[in-house]
């Protein structure tokens, strides 16, 4: 299961880090993509609580392309998650294609879904309870308030979309508990709100690093009443922190540091929850660390 | 320029159908699935006004998919356009990449967008000028009320979600001239609202088929004022028209079937406005059949 398979990465390597996979050819430091791929997994695998290739970077390089992400996907430790950020949305039997491709073809053990069309879109994901299925619900970029941020006409109010989002994700998506979010950590008040209608589901927070979004506000913001419920996805910080030859090592220092930040911001939210006389329900993933 | 090409195909063939290539393995008359696309294609390039694979099924087929996909984008005739359907929607450079894999890996003349992250998000395509961006608007199938009919509030009223994409694509995303919709057949009254606030773009609609629209009623609400603005999809109805060895013959008598349908329903539509002293603004595409 997967949310089981994340608890147990982010227990053992201390992290609530995501490493994006993203290999853009413009800013690559080495010019074979999969091995680009190996030693970046290979240099933060005691690092990250998952891993994260965005479908897009690999789609870019033609069918060959597709080899390197199945050889990337294989080249993740056992213990260490695996997530098609694919974004994928389609109805009846071409959803059903999707995921039997991402799970079964390529072997991921989540994706992210977009819910525009729907819960009998989402279906062929949900179905799947050894998977996770991260919906889209407030993203991370301006324009998701074209949609996202419009207020829906709801009990006798009106609401933001992505709180609709929200509460279908939690209230009927979730059968089979292999449900989470995808919400932009640029965007901490709305990601405090969706905290607020989905107290138990995991977030997946994109936004940190290139985007600018800021890591205290987004931990305090998903930190749910357990001391978990959140990873922050990190792909250009990372990959790209050195353009010479060093940049396995410089992504290592990349990933550390911001692991280390995260830890750090956690730890002190717990800190002031415990001055308020907050217990844990279960032991924190760091308790022991 | 799509929407030329398109129409230019649409004219050549007196055709409004676009011929969906779904290759699903459980349901294909033949294990070799580019010779299937390729036989198809051959069978239909006369009647076609464009192909329209979805790469859902391509993916699922591992890396060596997407060969065939590319495959199957070079064997369509020069004059008839391919439609990506890929239903994507992320952001900044990862949407960039999408762009790029589709319009120039796989040489696709157009493809089907998802607005769920809004209009920046879609901005890698919409810039594309040459290539055509159809967003998915009121979608075919039964959940895409789940969210696409919610209602929204607007201009001191109300108005569902759909609608707003709709004005939003008219508006806002179609600087260029190169945005079109995509509407289920299987909602018509839907799809006349659409058209009532689009009176200038093209639609792509599925439904008819497997999914059960009624050709009459979706030609009726999609038709615009030039006598033309709509193409009509439909790939399980043609491709396993026959399970045997004369598959590709009997998905030539299919499309046939449907195209001549539809060009009827269309005539029939034509003759009444005209009746009530209605002339076409322009040559209509069948004016010199």
């Given at each position: 299961?997967?949310?089981?398979?994340?608890?147990?990465?982010?227990?053992?390597?201390?992290?609530f880090?995501?490493?994006?996979?993203?290999?853009?050819?413009?800013?690559?430091?080495?010019?074979?993509?999969?091995?680009?791929?190996?030693?970046?997994?290979?240099?933060?695998?005691?690092?990250?609580?998952?891993?994260?290739?965005?479908?897009?970077?690999?789609?870019?390089?033609?069918?060959?392309?597709?080899?390197?992400?199945?050889?990337?996907?294989?080249?993740?430790?056992?213990?260490?998650?695996?997530?098609?950020?694919?974004?994928?949305?389609?109805?009846?039997?071409?959803?059903?294609?999707?995921?039997?491709?991402?799970?079964?073809?390529?072997?991921?053990?989540?994706?992210?879904?977009?819910?525009?069309?729907?819960?009998?879109?989402?279906?062929?994901?949900?179905?799947?309870?050894?998977?996770?299925?991260?919906?889209?619900?407030?993203?991370?970029?301006?324009?998701?308030?074209?949609?996202?941020?419009?207020?829906?006409?709801?009990?006798?109010?009106?609401?933001?979309?992505?709180?609709?989002?929200?509460?279908?994700?939690?209230?009927?998506?979730?059968?089979?508990?292999?449900?989470?979010?995808?919400?932009?950590?640029?965007?901490?008040?709305?990601?405090?709100?969706?905290?607020?209608?989905?107290?138990?589901?995991?977030?997946?927070?994109?936004?940190?690093?290139?985007?600018?979004?800021?890591v205290a506000?987004?931990v305090?913001?998903?930190?749910?009443?357990?001391?978990?419920?959140?990873?922050?996805?990190?792909?250009?910080?990372?990959?790209?922190?050195?353009?010479?030859?060093?940049?396995?090592?410089?992504?290592?220092?990349?990933?550390?540091a911001l692991r280390d930040e995260i830890n750090r911001q956690r730890e002190a939210i717990l800190a002031?929850?415990?001055?308020?006389?907050?217990?844990?329900?279960?032991?924190?993933?760091l308790?022991?660390a």
């Amino acid at each position: 299961m997967f949310f089981v398979k994340l608890r147990e990465a982010v227990q053992r390597n201390h992290s609530f880090l995501c490493v994006g996979l993203d290999p853009d050819p413009s800013l690559l430091p080495e010019k074979d993509v999969l091995a680009f791929n190996r030693a970046i997994i290979e240099a933060t695998a005691d690092l990250a609580c998952a891993y994260k290739p965005n479908l897009a970077f690999y789609e870019a390089l033609g069918p060959a392309g597709l080899e390197v992400l199945q050889r990337t996907v294989e080249a993740v430790p056992e213990g260490v998650p695996t997530i098609a950020d694919a974004k994928r949305g389609d109805i009846g039997n071409t959803a059903a294609a999707y995921a039997r491709a991402l799970f079964d073809v390529y072997g991921f053990d989540a994706a992210t879904v977009n819910p525009y069309l729907g819960g009998d879109a989402l279906g062929p994901f949900l179905e799947r309870a050894d998977k996770g299925v991260f919906v889209l619900c407030r993203t991370s970029n301006p324009g998701g308030a074209d949609l996202q941020d419009r207020l829906v006409v709801a009990d006798g109010g009106s609401r933001p979309l992505y709180e609709v989002v929200a509460e279908l994700a939690q209230e009927k998506w979730n059968a089979r508990g292999n449900v989470g979010l995808v919400v932009g950590a640029t965007y901490p008040q709305e990601l405090g709100r969706v905290r607020q209608l989905c107290p138990r589901l995991t977030f997946l927070l994109p936004g940190v690093g290139a985007q600018g979004a800021d890591v205290a506000a987004a931990v305090g913001n998903a930190l749910d009443e357990q001391g978990g419920g959140f990873i922050i996805s990190s792909s250009r910080q990372i990959l790209y922190a050195s353009s010479g030859r060093d940049y396995a090592q410089a992504a290592r220092r990349a990933a550390q540091a911001l692991r280390d930040e995260i830890n750090r911001q956690r730890e002190a939210i717990l800190a002031a929850r415990s001055g308020r006389g907050y217990q844990p329900e279960a032991d924190p993933p760091l308790a022991e660390a």
